[in-house]
């Protein structure tokens, strides 16, 4: 046992299977939103379609404009056995770090050929959690081969969704990169985006491609002993400017989603937010000091998680693990397609 140390199991809750949502909600906004207010700990219940009136004029909203590309990738063994690649970002000049499965059934220099295709990929060089460097062959456009033959890399937990694979877009995203979703995000409307702009307050967009560690539980007793993975992430100067002036008129910055959350706080520098591009493994958990997020829009998170821990260092995690214990009572749905919360 870890003494004096924060504990990975402190941040664990029990979860009825069939509140991880297998579908989105009928209609993005429909969706439940839980209001949280870290004042008075107090917990109320309303729908998305209703966060316009949960804003002041004065406050920026700043959305996460990644989108997710179709990054699972099946190809086929020497042997004629099939394999799957999931592609997780591209490292130059035709090659890309990607997860390869069955782990067992494949071995570096191992040529593999792509079902529905006349392409091949090598892999190259073995790395550590079963992920790989491959090599596409010359002057494979690698991003439109993903287009015609990859497909959505949905999270495990969602089991044979027939959404149409749009859902798990948002409606704004327009810079590819990610492999899984902002999913904060993706209960925004482009009516309730109108419904905001109209009060007067600011909408700004930074990016923030989403990797695979968003899927994968901290499994280390101590939570500090914890490595997060590196995530490309850009805020523009505008993006800087607008923010800045928000908090010089009291305005609130409103993050949507814990990754646009992790990038603010990376690009915050001593006295403002400032222009910023590059790779972030900012982990945030209790104890973490927030300098340039005020208000969470969020989703509800895995056990165990990195993101479980980053809500609990901005709400409390006894406020936050009451507020999972509510959402069960009143059968929320939980995860990527299910409902979300607001930590004001």
Known sequence: MVTGSLLTADFDYALPDELIAQHPAPERDASRLMVLDRRDQSIRHTTFDRLAELLDPRDALVLNRSRVIRARLRVRRPTGGSAELLLLRPLGAGRWLALGRPSKSIAPGMELSLLGGDSSVTLEERRDEGQWVVQFGGGVDVPELLERFGSMPLPPYIHNSSSPEERYQTVYGDRDGSVA????????????????????????????????????????????????????GEVPEAVAGTINETRAG??????????????????????????????????????????????????????????????????????????????????????SFGDAMIIL
């Open 181 to 232: 979703a902002p999913t904060a995000g993706l209960h925004f409307t482009a009516e309730l985006l109108r419904r905001i702009t109209d009060r007067d307050i600011d909408v700004a967009f930074v990016t923030l491609h989403v990797g695979i560690g968003t899927f994968r539980p901290v499994v280390v007793e101590d939570v500090q002993q914890h490595t997060m993975h590196a995530e490309w």
């Open 250 to 335: 009291a305005g609130r910055v409103v993050a949507v989603g814990t990754t646009t959350t992790r990038l603010r706080e990376t690009a915050m520098g001593p006295q403002c937010s400032e222009p910023w591009s590059g790779e972030t493994d900012i982990f945030i958990y209790p104890g973490y000091r927030f300098r340039a997020v005020d208000v969470l829009v969020t989703n509800f998170h895995l056990p165990r998680s990195t993101l479980l821990m980053l809500v609990s260092a901005f709400a409390g995690r006894d406020f936050i693990l009451r507020a999972y214990e509510e959402a069960v009572r009143e059968r929320y749905r939980f995860f």
